[in-house]
């Protein structure tokens, strides 16, 4: 099974701060990859899907990036409502459909 | 618009069978743009994919839940439903039924329920 590996499991930033969350994959997956943010008590909202793709109504202050092993994440100026737990997904379809999540990277106020 | 909305017990013994449905409303379950998922997430943990279903009916496991797990599809109700066998203390978390886009992202979740394993 493909495994995912994010870094770094948390990170403490201020408001207006420029932030680059990481995931990698053990092996290439091509851009099969999505992010999503989950605040306390809540469920997972999807944000980006194929790698780089912003879902409707995400701000554009969030971007993502890569192919094969190695993506980002990108919140290009912090907000107040962005302090969450990020989670990336990859799915595969061969040998069988599946889909894994990495370990999550918790963005904390400094 | 698209909603789900999990259902059934929130403590269920140890060795027993966890059953939860997934009432799905503003859309058809037979849409063939989508699959039909069923997500789990332990306390402080992230999510775990536990299994998916199609409108055709074929089912996609987990493979390490796959010998557990039983998940089915009503359409006249527009439901599905998770069975997961044999639960130990290990299976507690909040279950998110979920509609997975093209069977690859989970673009809509219901907003899950937690369910203990307890004696």
């Known amino acids: 099974a493909i495994q995912l590996t994010q870094s770094p499991s948390s990170l403490s930033a201020s408001v207006g701060d420029r932030v680059t969350l990481t995931c990698r994959a053990s092996?290439?997956?091509?851009?099969?990859l999505a992010w999503y943010q989950q605040k306390p008590g809540k469920a997972p909202k999807l944000l980006i899907s194929?790698?780089?793709s912003l879902e409707s109504g995400v701000p554009s202050r969030f971007s993502g990036s890569g192919f094969g092993t190695d993506f980002t994440l990108t919140i290009s100026s912090l907000q107040p409502e962005d302090f969450a737990t990020y989670y990336c997904?990859?799915?595969?379809?061969?040998?069988?459909?599946?889909?894994?999540f990495g370990g999550g990277t918790k963005v904390e106020i400094k | 618009q698209l909603q789900l909305q999990e259902s059934g017990p929130g403590l269920v013994k140890p060795s027993e069978t966890l059953s939860l449905s997934c009432n799905v409303s503003?859309?058809?379950?037979?849409?063939?743009?989508?699959?039909w998922g069923w997500l789990r997430q332990p306390p402080g943990k992230g999510p775990e994919c536990i299994g998916m279903?199609?409108?055709?009916?074929?089912?996609h496991y987990n493979p390490s839940l796959k010998s557990r797990v039983t998940i089915s599809m009503d359409t006249s109700k527009n439901q599905f439903s998770l069975e997961l066998s044999s639960v130990t203390a290990a299976d507690t978390a909040v279950y998110y039924c979920?509609?997975?886009?093209?069977?690859?992202?989970?673009?809509?979740w219901g907003q899950g329920t937690l369910v203990t394993v307890s004696s």
């Open positions: 979920a509609s997975v886009y093209g069977g690859g992202y989970v673009d809509l």
């Open positions: 503003g859309g058809s379950i037979s849409n063939s743009n989508y699959f």
């Open positions: 279903i199609y409108y055709s009916g074929s089912t």
């Open positions: 092996q290439g997956i091509n851009s099969a």
């Open positions: 194929d790698a780089s």
């Open positions: 997904q990859q799915f595969n379809s061969y040998p069988q459909r599946e889909l894994t």
